[in-house]
T-cell receptor, first 116, second 113 residues
Framework: NAGVMQNPRHLVRRRGQEARLRCSPM?????VYWYRQLPEEGLKFMVY????????ESGMPKERFSAEFPKEGPSILRIQQVVRGDSAAYFC??????????????FGEGSWLTVV | AQSVTQLGSHVSVSEGALVLLRCNYS??????LFWYVQYPNQGLQLLLK??????LVKGINGFEAEFKKSETSFHLTKPSAHMSDAAEYFC???????????FGAGTRLAVHP
């Protein structure tokens, strides 16, 4: 049973370009989460999605960032017009249910974005 | 507001010594708490979780953690450190109606011979 799959693992973008990060949840999981880890910091929640719905985007920057989880295919985190401050590791996670009863949230290996 | 505080951003122990990584939380509702480990340039691996059952939780790789409500703590311990335990450890609290994790800043564990 494959885990949470993220790609690309490493991405380099010039300032002003777009970055697209993809995440395929674990088989059977319909809940997807995106987190960002800035250098020397812990992970910060960005967005929680279910199929075709954004449930909680309270951690998403107001501009340039968007996320989707279509009916078919992986979840996409899109960053438009990247700036140096967007350089970070972006982690996707998934779960079979919401966190109630402490259902485990599984993390992918991360996508490291470097903006030059 | 819910929060997680990890005391000590860096901890260094000798191989074979006790590992103690501290985590305190703030929550107005009964918490679900987790410890994750992150090796360099890798994702997070779940070590253990507390979900209101037994207060002493055993995890993988010989780690365990004890939930103490009176102290609002969930410290991670291991009796004898191995070199392979060197990594960054994150304590996390499930929040937001159970749809997101709130992480501490992390503790980097170094193990020296």
């Amino acid at each position: 049973n494959a885990g949470v799959m993220q790609n690309p693992r490493h991405l380099v973008r010039r300032r002003g370009q777009e970055a697209r990060l993809r995440c395929s949840p674990m088989k059977g999981h319909s809940h997807v989460y995106w987190y960002r880890q800035l250098p020397e910091e812990g992970l910060k929640f960005m967005v929680y999605l279910q199929k075709e719905n954004i449930i909680d985007e309270s951690g998403m920057p107001k501009e340039r960032f968007s996320a989707e989880f279509p009916k078919e295919g992986p979840s996409i985190l899109r960053i438009q017009q990247v700036v140096r401050g967007d350089s970070a590791a972006y982690f996707c996670a998934s779960s079979s249910e919401t966190g109630s009863s402490g259902n485990t949230i599984y993390f992918g290996e991360g996508s490291w974005l470097t903006v030059v | 507001a819910q929060s997680v505080t990890q005391l000590g951003s860096h901890v260094s122990v000798s191989e074979g010594a006790l590992v103690l990584l501290r985590c305190n939380y703030s929550s107005s509702v009964p918490p679900y708490l987790f410890w994750y480990v992150q090796y360099p340039n890798q994702g997070l691996q779940l070590l253990l979780k507390y979900t209101s059952a037994a207060t002493l939780v055993k995890g993988i790789n010989g780690f365990e953690a004890e939930f103490k409500k009176s102290e609002t703590s969930f410290h991670l311990t291991k009796p004898s450190a191995h070199m392979s335990d060197a990594a960054e450890y994150f304590c996390a609290l499930l929040s937001g109606g159970y749809n997101k994790l709130i992480f501490g800043a992390g503790t980097r564990l170094a193990v020296h011979p």
